[in-house]
């Protein structure tokens, strides 16, 4: 079984300060990890994944992670936040594959951007 | 031009109604999948159809029957609903079951049960 622990369901910067969203996984086998973004009211939208190679990815809207296998954790950080950036950020991670290929989320981070 | 649509976008019914909330996608993708988010933005998959077949069901009521006309479909069917059904119903798709590839997510159907 999988599973994803995001700490914080609430976090709170000033414009222009670092964004750093925490997110530890559980998976017996290889994970692949995922981010996503849900704005109000809308859909969720891919920010990054993590499949294999480079451990540090780069996503869309400046965001990144880095997948640290010895810690078994793949926080998203952002130099600068931006008040666009306010949203529900979501961690998921899939199995390569049976049962453990279903896409598991984590309870979501909400990050709100004070001016 | 909406990769991954949804309709409708609000449904608001009384318990015991049956309903149905549709979803097309025009990525040409393989796979297409149904969650549930609940009120506390927790979100589960609840199937999941590759080529039009039901490869993921989790644990979900009989009441919740998916159909998949077509690779391009993925409608879900609700009988009886339940005050505990109101959620957010999210549809999916990706290229094909593999895990590599991300999901694209629909804008949501909001589902009120009085």
């Known amino acids: 079984a999988q599973s994803v622990t995001q700490l914080g369901s609430h976090v709170s910067v000033s414009e222009g300060a670092l964004v750093l969203l925490r997110c530890n996984y559980s998976?017996?086998?290889?994970?692949?990890l995922f981010w996503y973004v849900q704005y109000p009211n809308q859909g969720l939208q891919l920010l990054l994944k993590?499949?294999?190679?480079?451990?540090l990815v780069k996503g869309i809207n400046g965001f990144e992670a880095e997948f640290k296998k010895s810690e078994t954790s793949f926080h998203l950080t952002k130099p600068s936040a931006h008040m666009s950036d306010a949203a529900e950020y979501f961690c998921?991670?899939?199995?390569?594959?049976?049962?453990?290929?279903?896409?598991?989320f984590g309870s979501g981070t909400q990050l709100t951007v004070l001016p | 031009d909406t990769a991954v649509s949804q309709t409708p976008k609000y449904l608001v019914t009384q318990m015991g109604n049956d309903k149905s909330i549709k979803c097309e996608q025009n990525?040409?993708?393989?796979?297409m999948y149904w969650y549930k988010q609940d009120s506390k933005k927790f979100l589960k998959i609840m199937f999941s159809?590759?080529?039009?077949?039901?490869?993921i069901n989790e644990t979900v009521p009989n009441r919740f029957s998916p159909k998949s006309p077509d690779k391009a479909h993925l409608n879900l069917h609700i009988n009886s609903l339940e005050l505990g059904d109101s959620a957010v119903y999210f549809c999916?798709?990706?290229?094909?079951?593999?895990?590599?590839?991300?999901?694209?997510f629909g804008p949501g159907t909001r589902l009120t049960v009085t």
């Open positions: 999916a798709s990706s290229q094909d079951p593999a895990s590599y590839y991300e999901q694209y």
């Open positions: 998976s017996s086998v290889p994970p692949y």
């Open positions: 993590y499949t294999t190679g480079a451990t």
């Open positions: 998921a991670v899939r199995g390569p594959s049976g049962s453990a290929r279903q896409l598991t």
């Open positions: 990525l040409g993708h393989d796979t």
């Open positions: 159809y590759n080529n039009k077949e039901l490869i």
